[in-house]
């Protein structure tokens, strides 16, 4: 049984924006627009404070631990053939109500990244249903010992390097871009 070499080189990036870090810049942007000083030089570009992960994915290929980024968390996984990811988007209005939404996202993204490494697949080259992790992971949450609070929007993908095919499944407004270069 000889395995099937992928077709496909992945590298995965990510960009994500603390809410009230950008919050923070916008306004103070303002004010330097609105009140230049008179020795000041004009406003620089508007730059806002996104932070930008890129990955190779090389032979040896080691699970990323949930990535926090204010409210928002992302995982990704990969087996033999397929590539796993996602985002989780909590809901900041739980603040109000005394409830930290990162806690909720972070949770969902730790456990699809756990129910994404020990999905069963037939044969190597199978892949993995996004829609079927997600259903699997909030399942999980629901009958944890340590109750999760709040809510997230939620986006997970699998991308097969065997066929080349890209899945997702959404939950909300998370959407996503493909570009090929």
């Given at each position: 049984m000889s395995a099937l070499a992928p077709r496909f080189q992945a590298v995965l990036a990510s960009a994500w924006i603390s809410k009230r870090e950008a919050a923070?810049?916008?306004q103070s942007y303002i004010k330097r627009v609105q009140n230049p000083q008179p020795q000041q030089q004009p406003p620089a570009a508007f730059t806002p404070p996104i932070q930008v992960q890129v990955l190779n994915l090389p032979g040896k290929y080691e699970p990323l631990?949930?990535?926090n980024g204010g409210e928002d968390s992302l995982f990704h996984t990969?087996?033999?053939h397929n590539l796993t990811f996602g985002v989780a988007d909590g809901v900041g209005g739980w603040n109000e109500s005394g409830i930290d939404p990162s806690i909720f996202s972070r949770t969902l993204t730790a456990y699809l990244a756990s129910v994404s490494c020990?999905?069963?697949l037939l044969h190597d080259s199978d892949e993995i249903e996004p829609r079927e992790l997600l259903r699997r992971a909030f399942a999980g949450m629901?009958?944890?010992q340590v109750p999760?609070?709040?809510s997230a929007t939620a986006l997970v993908m699998n991308l097969s390097l065997a066929s080349g095919m890209m899945r997702s499944a959404?939950?909300?407004d998370s959407t996503f871009v493909v570009i090929q270069g």
């Amino acid at each position: 049984m000889s395995a099937l070499a992928p077709r496909f080189q992945a590298v995965l990036a990510s960009a994500w924006i603390s809410k009230r870090e950008a919050a923070k810049y916008v306004q103070s942007y303002i004010k330097r627009v609105q009140n230049p000083q008179p020795q000041q030089q004009p406003p620089a570009a508007f730059t806002p404070p996104i932070q930008v992960q890129v990955l190779n994915l090389p032979g040896k290929y080691e699970p990323l631990d949930a990535i926090n980024g204010g409210e928002d968390s992302l995982f990704h996984t990969h087996n033999k053939h397929n590539l796993t990811f996602g985002v989780a988007d909590g809901v900041g209005g739980w603040n109000e109500s005394g409830i930290d939404p990162s806690i909720f996202s972070r949770t969902l993204t730790a456990y699809l990244a756990s129910v994404s490494c020990s999905t069963f697949l037939l044969h190597d080259s199978d892949e993995i249903e996004p829609r079927e992790l997600l259903r699997r992971a909030f399942a999980g949450m629901r009958t944890d010992q340590v109750p999760a609070f709040g809510s997230a929007t939620a986006l997970v993908m699998n991308l097969s390097l065997a066929s080349g095919m890209m899945r997702s499944a959404q939950l909300g407004d998370s959407t996503f871009v493909v570009i090929q270069g």
